[in-house]
């Protein structure tokens, strides 16, 4: 496995409160990782610290170079995208300015039109609403407009927090098959998610978080097998995964 995202010793605080201690963490190419655990075991902290907008000590390596030091829209010309928690849409601006805005790196400036296509293709929905304000919409229309928005970037590496958050089932689905369809493509994909059966469906592989370190990591065999990932989040069955692509 060839190595994009290696992260080493990496810790993060809130004050005098730790939020990551000693982190170590690999994405290889065009791998679905996932990131499991409960509320307040550090996952979204991981994918701040990985963007830049938290404080770190440790080492981050993107495709074998450092990055811990860069700034945050650094880190996004380099190609390292995410998506938070909560969607984030700029709600007064339609859902054409809020694609838009995701193509302001200059990496991605000059394919912007091949861009837009490519995600009004993933997200049919969206070719009529181009004009609508992005606060108008459904939450899981407003899913796709974040999503849109990163790949307009040309990430290398998309970091999904949560996308599964407010949304029904079904629709949900539709974004994890998204998903997939984005990694067939050869798109990295670093995926933080509370609904661990549907991590487990979509990834090739995991980790467990708790109190801001890595408790257990394997494929989603391995941890739907694991005594303390199948009585915490699955029930006592054993769960059928089937793992990446």
């Known amino acids: ?15 005098d409160i730790a939020a990551l201690v000693g982190v170590d963490l690999e994405v290889g190419e065009r791998e679905i990782v996932a990131i499991l655990g409960a509320n307040g075991a550090g996952k979204t902290t991981l994918l701040r610290a990985i963007s830049g907008v938290v404080a770190t000590k440790g080492v981050i390596r993107l495709a074998g170079e450092q990055i811990e030091n860069d700034p945050p829209h650094v880190r996004v010309e380099r190609g ?16 054409a300015e809020n694609l838009e805005l995701g193509a302001f790196p200059a990496r991605a400036r000059a394919g912007r039109q091949a861009e837009m ?28 407009v974040a999503i849109g928005r990163g790949l ?25 098959e998204t998903i997939r369809r984005l ?11 509370q609904a661990v059966q549907d991590s487990l469906s979509v990834a090739h592989r995991c980790y ?7 408790v257990l990591s394997g494929d989603p065999e391995q941890l739907s097998r694991d005594p303390r990932v199948r009585d915490a989040y699955l029930g006592h069955a054993p769960a059928t995964t089937e793992g990446g692509s």
């Not at 390292?80 to 859902?95: C, D, I, K």
């Not at 970037?153 to 974004?175: C, H, K, T, W």
């Not at 990694?183 to 998610?193: A, K, Q, S």
Request: charged share 20%; proline share 6%.
């Open 80 to 95: 390292l995208v995410h998506v938070p928690e909560g969607r984030g849409v700029f709600p007064f601006l339609s859902v």
């Open 208 to 214: 467990l978080f708790g109190e801001g370190r890595v």
């Open 152 to 176: 307009m970037s040309r990430p290398r590496l998309l970091m999904l927090d949560e996308p599964s958050l407010g949304l029904a089932p079904m629709v949900f689905d539709a974004i994890l």
């Open 183 to 193: 990694n067939e493509c050869g798109l990295t994909i670093l995926l933080v998610e």
């Open 117 to 144: 296509e490519h995600v009004l293709d993933l997200f049919p929905q969206l070719k009529r609403l181009l004009h609508r304000r992005a606060g108008s919409l459904s939450g899981g229309e407003q899913q796709m």
């Open 1 to 15: 496995m060839t190595s994009l995202l290696a992260i080493s010793d990496l810790h993060a605080s809130y004050g």
